[in-house]
Each structure stands twice: as C-alpha cells, then as structure tokens.
C-alpha cells in the first residue's frame, strides 16, 4: 500500500437504517433540474468525444451552468398546447482551438441537447415546444494547463474541493430510487399517459414509510377525469407492489397529492413536465451524484453534470467516493454503513487526495480496528485507479443524477 493519506474512524452516531426518521427525495428524469443535468452531462460527454477524435485527448472545458426558464402551456384532455416554449441556456467553457484544429464546441453542444431532448421526451418537441441556447466561453489558460500534455500521467486537480460518497443505501433510499426509475422506464413505456417529470419523496418514522409521488400526467392520453383518475391508480398499486418487495416494513403510497377531481384541478401536462408552467431549473440544484437527495448523510454541495471529467474535483470525487464506498460494504464483512470524503488540493495529483476519510458503522462484534486494513487497501486500490472513472463516465457507464 502507498503512502495515501488514508483515514479509517468509527462514525459518529447510529447507522441512517438504525435512526428514529429517515427523509430521502429523487427528482426524476424530466424535473426541470434534472433536465438541466441530464442535457449538461449529454452535452459535456459529446465535447469529451469530439475532443479525443480530434486531437486526440480530452481539452478543457465545463457545462455546468445549464439553466431552464419555465415556458407556459394550455394542457387540456385529449390534448392541450404549449404557449411560450421552455427556454433553455447552455454555459460554460470549452476549447475551440487547439495547436491549429477549430473544434466547434457550440455546434456539438447543440446537437448533443437535441439528440438529449429527442431521445428521452416524446411530447417535447425540440425548437418549438423549447428553445435552446448556446453560450459557451474559452476556458481559462491555468486550468487548461493542468490537463497535462499526454494522456499518461495523472492529472492535477482543478480546485481545492471534496466528494462524498456512502453505502449501502437503506430500504427508503432503495425504494426512492428505483420507484422513479421504473416509472420513468418500462412503466412509462407502456402507460404513455405519465410522463418524465416524476419526484419522489420518502419519509420514514420508525417501521413506517411514506412515499409521495408526483407524476406529470400527459394531457392526450387522457380523455376525462375518469381516465386520468384511473392513471393514478395504476401509479399507486405499481409502486406499492414495488416497495413491497424491497422492504417488510409498512408503506402508504400518495400520488398527486394536491390533486382536486371536483374542482378538476389535477396535475395535467402536455409535455410530460412541469418546465411547460412555470418550474424553472439548475444544474446542480437537484439529486446528488448517486441519484439521491438524503439529508440523514452528509452531502456535498458541488454539481456533478456537466463538469468535464478528467479533472474537475466536483465530478471525480463525487463519483469516485460513491464507488469506494460500494466496492467496500460488497468486499469487506461486518460493515452497516460507510461514508468516504475525498478532499483534493488544486495542483495535486487526483490519486492523491489531501486527505481520504473513512467512517464506519461497524456490525456488532466488529470494531473498525478488525476491518481498518482492509479498508484502507481498497481505498488507495481505487485511488490508483480514480482515472477509470473519466473513461466510464464519457462512456455513460456512470450516472451523475
């Protein structure tokens, strides 16, 4: 093992699992936060490619700014219509020259957020239902220097910054997590009336779960009251089956809370997303790196979609410290839970983070003592190796929301 500045200590306090009240909340693939992200990410992960078919290695460049302004629509049973398109402004940096080759950074970025749009939303339709921008600066001389001149040597990171990651999720987490992304895959896919823009939010007190759904509902596919009613319906048996099989403890599941069937006033969309009517969005302002916003653990602040991934501390070790933590609760016996910081140093080497920390809840029987050697050999295995997370990232293999 190498000289790493690996810490390994007990946590302070009991396991999330173990506490008294757990709150964990998912935005969905169509929140317009997570519109932001996921177009950032779709964006930042073209103009990596497009660098390394160019010139032969990724350039700088960052994509995390992206901001939705909310546009307004007319939704109606049977089909409404948007009246203002959603508006949407790609920023940043990125390099568009490099040793005499003109990368147009611009173009790429538009194309990635149209293929993005496309792809994931059928009821958006890109250029009229919503308008994207494209306002993307040359990157800054000193950060683009510490990329390095080859793609051999370590790179050094951007900012002085930390990553947090833990494991294993709990049962609320769990529940949370794959509630939206079944509703937002082959739910979806085959009940075309709920659209992409899903939160979910999970509450437990005790042995008992609360899980509040909202689910944009599209406006064509349903005719009446009476279908859109029964839509909900479908939601809420579908996910309490789901959490059925993931938990023993007892669940209530509410969809569309705020819903009135006699003043008729229900959460009805024509594009699948409360983007159409007023719900503006950020990157960064929603889920964190492992998909979740969990207030019981501790979180960083930085937003992961969108930073460029070779160098930017916000996006590796936001990444990287949820890795370590599930590469260590799946190898090493007698752990509850595991929470990693990774604390970087601007101009140092990204393997050698300032300082690696470790905090345990261990299983009865077990102190950190037993377990700390083996611990501390897994995180400095993945810290020689933290620059396979930016090839699995440009190759999607990471979620970053």
Avoid: W
């Amino acid at each position: 093992m190498t000289d790493r500045n690996i810490r390994v200590e007990p946590a302070v306090g009991r396991a999330v699992e173990a506490q008294d009240v757990e709150i964990v909340e998912r935005k969905g693939l169509g929140h317009p936060d997570s519109l932001c992200d996921g177009i950032a990410e779709h964006v930042s992960q073209a103009l990596a490619h497009a660098y390394i078919d160019r010139v032969g290695k990724v350039l700088h460049y960052n994509t995390d700014e992206t901001q939705l302004v909310a546009g307004s629509a007319a939704p109606a049973f049977g089909g409404g219509e948007v009246i203002d398109p959603i508006y949407l402004l790609i920023t940043g940096r990125a390099t568009k020259e490099y040793e005499g080759t003109e990368i147009p950074a611009e173009t790429i970025a538009l194309r990635a957020a149209r293929e993005y749009i496309t792809e994931r939303f059928p009821f958006i339709d890109f250029g009229t239902d919503i308008v994207v921008d494209i306002r993307l600066g040359e990157g800054s001389g000193d950060l683009q220097e510490v990329f390095g001149e080859d793609g051999t040597q370590v790179p050094m990171s951007n900012d002085t910054s930390f990553g947090v990651g833990h494991a294993p999720l709990t049962e609320t987490e769990t529940i949370v997590l794959e509630t939206e992304r079944q509703l937002n895959g082959r739910y979806s896919d085959e009940t075309p009336a709920v659209g992409q823009d899903i939160k979910v939010m999970g509450k437990r007190e005790g042995d008992e779960i609360d899980v509040t759904v909202a689910v944009a509902i599209v406006d064509e596919h349903v005719a009446d009251i009476g279908e859109y009613e029964a839509v909900i319906d479908g939601v809420r048996g579908f996910v309490e089956d789901l959490a059925a099989e993931r938990t023993r403890r007892d669940v209530t599941v509410y969809v569309n809370t705020a819903d009135d069937y006699e003043d008729g006033s229900v959460y009805l969309t024509t594009t699948g997303t409360s983007a159409e009517q007023g719900d503006d969005g950020s990157v960064g302002r929603g889920n964190r790196a492992n998909g979740l916003i969990t207030p019981n653990r501790s979180m960083s602040m930085e937003a992961t979609s969108g930073k460029n991934p070779v160098n930017h501390i916000g996006k590796i070790y936001n990444l990287l410290s949820t890795e370590i933590a599930r590469t260590v609760v799946a190898n090493v016996d007698g752990i509850e839970e595991i929470r990693i910081r990774l604390l970087s140093q601007i101009g140092q080497p990204i393997d050698r983070p300032h300082v690696a920390d470790a905090a345990l809840v261990t299983e009865d029987g077990v102190s950190v003592e037993d377990i700390e050697g083996e611990v501390s050999e897994i995180i400095d295995a993945e810290l020689a190796n933290v620059t396979d997370i930016t090839q699995r990232v440009i190759d999607g293999e990471l979620t970053t929301f």
